[in-house]
């Protein structure tokens, strides 16, 4: 084999690998999103959903030799997990409480719902770590990665599925690319997918059709909780091995906006939030490259303005059309 054309394709392997890893806490939350937005009930708590599910893990694993000391040391990031998404499933419980019981805004509640977590999980973080930066000082465990045997002959497949190091790709790396088909399949083939679009799309219809409408409401929120949940738990138990303040930096608004550009489709979902990560694997190796950091903070958000303005461009010449 010509070895030029191995070295491109090994470095484009690894830089799709790179991509996996970098777009998975986006696509997790992102997907979360389009649940609860396809129900009627958009989640703009996505990014503290994220936060509080990505400290509660790692506390929790970290603690959770001295509460379960008969416990193998093998499932003390599995409880960290288990914390983070209960954590998650609680504000998105709280979240639907205050807006299909009280009557709160969902657009307010929401952004009080992000408040509340970045000023909790830096309180609780100086309470318990003395420090309002990072869990650093504390032997945080990590969620195994899943490595896949070699494809002989084919190295760039290898780099490809077990990343440019060789340890496998994360365990929800794999969770978040399973999770994409399943909820197409879930939305398209099943029963309960079709009464949560058709809660979203006429809420009096679907109560006449005998829909529980309440009830598909709270579980699309719950369900949305989940998925950004797990995008937090990644960041702080996969991508990074530790916490830290306002880690999640945006992403959680990343999903929202790859939930529009997308256009409110599981396809579109995905293809925005790999759009997402690559702009963030763009930062980073612009980063590595000694550009002012300040134009590399620029990237991502960059990217979503352009996005955004050119979906709904292409929106509008399809309205032009049609009209």
Same mark, same amino acid.
């Given at each position: 084999? @010509?070895?030029?054309?191995?070295?491109?394709?090994?470095?484009?392997?690894?830089?799709?690998?790179?991509?996996?890893?970098?777009?998975?806490?986006?696509?997790?939350?992102?997907?979360?999103?389009?649940?609860?937005?396809?129900?009627?009930?958009?989640?703009?708590?996505?990014?503290?959903?994220?936060?509080?599910?990505?400290?509660?893990?790692?506390?929790?694993?970290?603690?959770?030799?001295?509460?379960?000391?008969?416990?193998?040391?093998?499932?003390?990031?599995?409880?960290?997990?288990?914390?983070?998404?209960?954590?998650?499933?609680?504000?998105?419980?709280?979240?639907?409480?205050?807006?299909?019981?009280?009557?709160?805004?969902?657009?307010?509640?929401?952004?009080?719902?992000?408040?509340?977590?970045?000023?909790?999980?830096?309180?609780?973080?100086?309470?318990?770590?003395?420090?309002?930066?990072?869990?650093?000082?504390?032997? %945080?465990?990590?969620?195994?990665?899943?490595?896949?045997?070699?494809?002989?002959?084919?190295?760039?497949?290898?780099?490809?599925?077990?990343? #440019?190091?060789?340890?496998?790709?994360?365990?929800?790396?794999?969770?978040?690319?399973?999770?994409?088909?399943?909820?197409?399949?879930?939305?398209?083939?099943?029963?309960?997918?079709?009464?949560?679009?058709?809660?979203?799309? @006429?809420?009096?219809?679907?109560? @006449?059709?005998?829909?529980?409408?309440?009830?598909?409401?709270?579980?699309?929120?719950?369900?949305?909780?989940?998925?950004?949940?797990?995008?937090?738990?990644?960041?702080?138990?996969?991508?990074? %091995?530790?916490?830290?303040?306002?880690?999640?930096?945006?992403?959680?608004?990343?999903?929202? #906006?790859?939930?529009?550009?997308?256009?409110?489709?599981?396809?579109?979902?995905?293809?925005?939030?790999?759009?997402?990560? #690559? %702009?963030?694997?763009? #930062?980073?190796?612009?980063?590595?490259?000694?550009?002012?950091?300040?134009?590399?903070?620029?990237?991502?958000?960059?990217?979503?303005?352009?996005?955004?303005?050119?979906?709904?461009?292409?929106?509008?010449?399809?309205?032009?059309?049609?009209?």
């Amino acid at each position: 084999m @010509n070895p030029e054309p191995l070295g491109w394709s090994l470095l484009l392997a690894g830089l799709l690998a790179a991509l996996l890893r970098a777009a998975t806490p986006i696509l997790l939350a992102a997907l979360g999103g389009l649940i609860s937005d396809l129900v009627g009930s958009i989640n703009v708590a996505l990014e503290g959903l994220m936060l509080a599910a990505a400290f509660f893990a790692v506390m929790a694993s970290v603690y959770a030799g001295q509460w379960f000391p008969w416990l193998s040391p093998v499932w003390h990031p599995w409880i960290g997990c288990l914390a983070g998404v209960l954590a998650a499933l609680s504000l998105s419980a709280m979240l639907a409480v205050f807006h299909l019981e009280w009557g709160a805004d969902l657009i307010v509640a929401g952004i009080a719902v992000n408040i509340l977590a970045a000023g909790l999980t830096v309180l609780l973080l100086a309470t318990l770590v003395g420090d309002k930066g990072s869990t650093a000082a504390l032997n %945080s465990p990590v969620l195994p990665s899943l490595h896949l045997p070699s494809v002989a002959g084919w190295p760039w497949l290898d780099v490809l599925l077990n990343g #440019a190091d060789g340890r496998g790709h994360h365990v929800l790396v794999y969770a978040a690319l399973l999770t994409a088909p399943l909820l197409a399949f879930f939305l398209k083939r099943t029963r309960y997918g079709a009464w949560l679009r058709a809660v979203g799309e @006429n809420r009096e219809a679907a109560l @006449n059709a005998g829909i529980p409408v309440r009830r598909v409401q709270y579980a699309a929120l719950l369900l949305s909780g989940l998925l950004a949940g797990l995008g937090g738990i990644y960041l702080s138990m996969g991508y990074l %091995s530790l916490f830290q303040a306002d880690m999640t930096a945006g992403r959680g608004f990343l999903a929202l #906006a790859a939930i529009f550009l997308g256009a409110r489709s599981v396809a579109g979902t995905f293809g925005a939030a790999m759009l997402f990560g #690559a %702009s963030t694997v763009l #930062a980073t190796q612009l980063g590595a490259r000694q550009i002012p950091t300040q134009l590399v903070y620029m990237v991502p958000p960059l990217v979503t303005l352009l996005a955004l303005v050119a979906a709904g461009a292409r929106r509008r010449r399809q309205a032009s059309r049609t009209s």
